[in-house]
C-alpha cells in the first residue's frame, strides 16, 4: 500500500499543528510521500505566507517589505524554535532576502513559503526532501509539461520513500521557478500520486472532507461521504476551494482514489472520490452546491438568430482576441449570451459591447455585470424540470430573481445566476429545499 499525503497550509501552519502532522504520519506508514504547503493562516494570526510573500514582493518599491519579510521570517523562526530543528534557517532566510534585493522572479520568490516549509517538516518527521523543481516540469509556455514531470517524477521517486516535497511550484527546463495558481499544491500531490502510482491520494485540510456546501456560507453543512470524480470537478470548478479543480485530472486518470480528510480530526474517514459511487442514497438528488460571484452577461439580441451563420463565432471572435475565457454561452431562439468574469472584461466593456453589436449585426446588446453563478451538482440530477421546479418555487419564497439559466443537457448539475447581493440566500435556500 502507498499512500501520497498532501498537507495543506491549514495544516502545516504552526508548530502545533506540525506535531498533528506529526502523529498522523507517525501513525501510518503506508503514507510513503508527502507533499506540504506554505503555512496558512493560524487560530491568533490571519495571514497566510503565501499572501505575505505576494505582499512583500509587491511592496518591493517601497519600504515595509522589510517588515512584511521581518514578519515571514518570524513565523518560521517560531517553527523552528518550538520543534527544535537543526535546519541553518537564518541562511535560507538571508538567501531569499538577498535574492529579492537583486531582483529575483515573482514565481521564485512566493514559492519560497512551500520551499522552507517542507525542509522544516522534512526534518521533523525524519523524511528526506526532494525539490519540486527538479520533478514538477514546465513548458516554456508556461504550462505543465505533463510527460515529462510524470517521467521525472517517478525517475527521481522511484526506490525511494519516506520524502517531502514542496506543494505549489516546479521549473522551467531552464531552472527558473514557476508557480502553479493558488491553492496549486493539490495540482502537485496529484501528480505525485499518478507518478508513483499510490493507492490512495490523501489530502488533509481543515475540514472533514467535502461538505455539501461551503461552511462560511451554510452553518454545519453535511459532508459528503463518497462522491465521483466528475462530480468533485464540477464543485471545485465553480468554488468550492477546498481542492484545486485541475487536481482531478491526473489521479482520475490512474483511477486513485481522493481521500479528503481533516488534520484536526484525523479519526474521520472523510470524503472519498471515486470514478463511480454503487448508490445507497438514490434521493439525494443534489450532492453538493457552490457557486462563484463577479460574472459579466453580454446578452446579444437578433431576431432570426438562427438562420445566422456563424453569429456566435463572430461574438466569441470579440472574446478570442483578448484572450478572454468564455465561461457558459446560453442561447435562446432570438437571442444568446455570453458569461466571461468581471475581471476580464471591467476596462473594456464599451469597446467589446460596440464590437460584439458590429460584429454580430445584433439589434441590441444587453450587459449585466456582478452576477454570481450557482451550481447545483449531483449524479442523481435526472428529471431536471421537476428539479428545477423545486429550485425556482424556493428561490421565488425567498423573493430571489434568477437573471440566467445556464446549463447543458447532458450534465450533473444545474447552473443559475442571480445578482451578486443574493449569492448566499441562494445558497441557503437551494440547500435547505434539497439537503434538510
Ligand atoms: P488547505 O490549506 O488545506 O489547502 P483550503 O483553505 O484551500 O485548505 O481549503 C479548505 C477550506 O475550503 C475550508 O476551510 C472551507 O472554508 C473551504 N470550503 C469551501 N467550500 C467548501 C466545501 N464545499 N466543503 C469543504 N470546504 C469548503
Ligand atoms: N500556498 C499556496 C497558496 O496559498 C499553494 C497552496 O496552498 O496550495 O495558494
Ligand atoms: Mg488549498
Excluded at 238 to 265: C, S, Y
Excluded at 268 to 279: F, K, R, S, W, Y
Excluded at 371 to 393: D, E, H, P, Q
Aim: proline content about 2%; aromatic content about 8%; some cysteine.
Amino acid at each position: 500500500m502507498i499512500k501520497v499525503a498532501k498537507f495543506g497550509g491549514t495544516s502545516l501552519s504552526d508548530d502545533k499543528q506540525l506535531i498533528k502532522v506529526r502523529d498522523i504520519i507517525k501513525n501510518d506508514d503506508t503514507i510513503k510521500y508527502i507533499v506540504a504547503s506554505a503555512p496558512g493562516a493560524t487560530n491568533e494570526i490571519n495571514n497566510k505566507i503565501t499572501d505575505l510573500l505576494y505582499l512583500c514582493y509587491s511592496s518591493k518599491k517601497n519600504n515595509i517589505y522589510k517588515e512584511i519579510f521581518y514578519e515571514i521570517s518570524e513565523r518560521f523562526k517560531k517553527i523552528v524554535e518550538k520543534l527544535d530543528l537543526s535546519i541553518d534557517l537564518e541562511s535560507e532566510l538571508k538567501n531569499i532576502f538577498i535574492d529579492l534585493e537583486n531582483g529575483c522572479d515573482e514565481d521564485y520568490f512566493v514559492s519560497r513559503g512551500e520551499y522552507l516549509n517542507s525542509k522544516l517538516l522534512a526534518e521533523f518527521i525524519g523524511f528526506d526532501f526532494v525539490d519540486a523543481k527538479d520533478i514538477i516540469c514546465f513548458n516554456d509556455d508556461g504550462f505543465l509539461n505533463v510527460e515529462k514531470t510524470n517521467e521525472e517524477i517517478s525517475k527521481i521517486l522511484k526506490d525511494r520513500e519516506n520524502v517531502v516535497i514542496p506543494g505549489f511550484y516546479g521549473a522551467y527546463k531552464d531552472g527558473r521557478i514557476k508557480t502553479f495558481s493558488r491553492g496549486g499544491s493539490d495540482i502537485t500531490g496529484s501528480l505525485i500520486s499518478r507518478a508513483v502510482n499510490a493507492d490512495i491520494y490523501e489530502n488533509w485540510t481543515d475540514v472533514s472532507g467535502l461538505l455539501m456546501a461551503d461552511p462560511r456560507i451554510i452553518k454545519n453543512p453535511k459532508k459528503i461521504d463518497v462522491m465521483t470524480y466528475r462530480e468533485l470537478r464540477e464543485l471545485a470548478y465553480m468554488g468550492a476551494t477546498v481542492l484545486h479543480d485541475e487536481a482531478v485530472f491526473p489521479v482520475r486518470e490512474a483511477k486513485i482514489p481522493i481521500n479528503i480528510r481533516n488534520t484536526n480530526q484525523p479519526e474521520g474517514c472523510g470524503t472519498l472520490i471515486l470514478e463511480n459511487v454503487q448508490d445507497e442514497e438514490k434521493n439525494r438528488i443534489i450532492t453538493g452546491i457552490s457557486g462563484k460571484k463577479n460574472y459579466t452577461v453580454f446578452c446579444i439580441n437578433k431576431s432570426n438568430m438562427a438562420s445566422q451563420v456563424g453569429i456566435i463565432k463572430n461574438a466569441l471572435d470579440v472574446f478570442c482576441k483578448r484572450k478572454i475565457a468564455v465561461e457558459h454561452i446560453p442561447t435562446g431562439v432570438d437571442s444568446f449570451s455570453i458569461i466571461v468574469s468581471n475581471n476580464a472584461v471591467q476596462k473594456d466593456i464599451d469597446k467589446i459591447s460596440k464590437e460584439l453589436k458590429s460584429n454580430c449585426n445584433a439589434d441590441s446588446i444587453n450587459i449585466y455585470s456582478d452576477i454570481a453563478l450557482i451550481s447545483s451538482v449531483g449524479r442523481n440530477i435526472r428529471n431536471k424540470s421537476s428539479i428545477f421546479k423545486r429550485l425556482f418555487s424556493a428561490l421565488e419564497r425567498e423573493n430571489i430573481d434568477v437573471k440566467i439559466i445556464a446549463q447543458g443537457l447532458s450534465e450533473i448539475n444545474l447552473i443559475i445566476g442571480v445578482d451578486n447581493k443574493n449569492f448566499e440566500d441562494t445558497i441557503k435556500a437551494i440547500y435547505d429545499e434539497f439537503v434538510e
